[in-house]
T-cell receptor, first 112, second 111 residues
Framework: SQTIHQWPATLVQPVGSPLSLECTVE??????LYWYRQAAGRGLQLLFY??????ISSEVPQNLSASRPQDRQFILSSKKLLLSDSGFYLC???????????FGSGTRLTVV | AQSVTQPDIHITVSEGASLELRCNYS??????LFWYVQSPGQGLQLLLK??????LVQGIKGFEAEFKRSQSSFNLRKPSVHWSDAAEYFC?????????FGAGTRLAVHP
C-alpha cells in the first residue's frame, strides 16, 4: 500500500535561517506531488506541484522553492526564513488530481 | 475559471443533530468532487468523492454527499453528529493536475 512520510512534525526556526522540509512517498511510481501551506485560521494555499522529476510548478511567488531530486521525494526549501513563512505545511501525492490527494501529517513551522 | 465556495466559515451544532455543509463549485466540464476533513494539527483525510454515476455518495464516518448539477453543489450531510466530528471540512474540485479547494468550514459540536 502507498504511504506518505513528512518530517519533521514541528520546527522552530529563527528569522533568516534556512529551511528544508522533506516528503517521501512509498508504494507508487511517478506520483504527482504537492506542497500546501495553511496559515493560522486560513485555508489551503497551493505552493508548488510536480508531475515528474525536476518538473516544478510554482503557484505563488514567495520566499520558498521546491525540488524533486527523486521520483518519490519532494523537498521544500528556503534560504532565509521570514516571519510570514510560519504556518502548517502539508505534502500530498496523487496519481492524477481527478483521483484526489493523499496528504501527509504536516509540519508545523514557527519562525521566531 | 474553476473555483469552490464554502459559504459557511463556522457552523455549530448540538451532538445528535443533523448536519449539512454547503459547497458550490464552478467548473467547465463534468467535475470530480471531494470532501476532506482535518482534525486540529493533522493532515487532511478523504471523506468521500464523486466521479460519476449515482449522485448520492457514501463516505467514511457516516457522511454522505449529494451532487446536484443544476445547482453546481456538492453538499455534505450527516444525520446525527458526534462530538468527534468537530473539525474543519474542505470541499474540492478536480482541476488540471491539481485540486481546487474551498476555504473550509469549521464545525463545532456542542454536548
Amino acid at each position: 500500500s502507498q504511504t506518505i512520510h513528512q518530517w519533521p512534525a514541528t520546527l522552530v526556526q529563527p528569522v533568516g535561517s534556512p529551511l528544508s522540509l522533506e516528503c517521501t512517498v512509498e508504494g507508487t511510481s511517478n506520483p504527482n506531488l504537492y506542497w500546501y501551506r495553511q496559515a493560522a485560521g486560513r485555508g489551503l494555499q497551493l505552493l508548488f506541484y510536480s508531475v515528474g522529476i525536476g518538473q516544478i510548478s510554482s503557484e505563488v511567488p514567495q520566499n520558498l522553492s521546491a525540488s524533486r531530486p527523486q521520483d518519490r521525494q519532494f523537498i521544500l526549501s528556503s534560504k532565509k526564513l521570514l516571519l510570514s513563512d510560519s504556518g502548517f505545511y502539508l505534502c500530498a501525492w496523487s496519481t492524477g488530481a481527478n483521483y484526489g490527494y493523499t496528504f501527509g501529517s504536516g509540519t508545523r513551522l514557527t519562525v521566531v | 475559471a474553476q473555483s469552490v465556495t464554502q459559504p459557511d466559515i463556522h457552523i455549530t451544532v448540538s451532538e445528535g443533530a443533523s448536519l449539512e455543509l454547503r459547497c458550490n463549485y464552478s467548473y467547465g466540464a463534468t467535475p470530480y468532487l471531494f470532501w476532506y476533513v482535518q482534525s486540529p494539527g493533522q493532515g487532511l483525510q478523504l471523506l468521500l468523492k464523486y466521479f460519476s454515476g449515482d449522485t448520492l455518495v457514501q463516505g467514511i464516518k457516516g457522511f454522505e454527499a449529494e451532487f446536484k448539477r443544476s445547482q453546481s453543489s456538492f453538499n455534505l450531510r450527516k444525520p446525527s453528529v458526534h462530538w468527534s466530528d468537530a473539525a474543519e471540512y474542505f470541499c474540492a474540485v478536480g482541476g488540471y493536475n491539481k485540486l481546487i479547494f474551498g476555504a473550509g468550514t469549521r464545525l463545532a459540536v456542542h454536548p
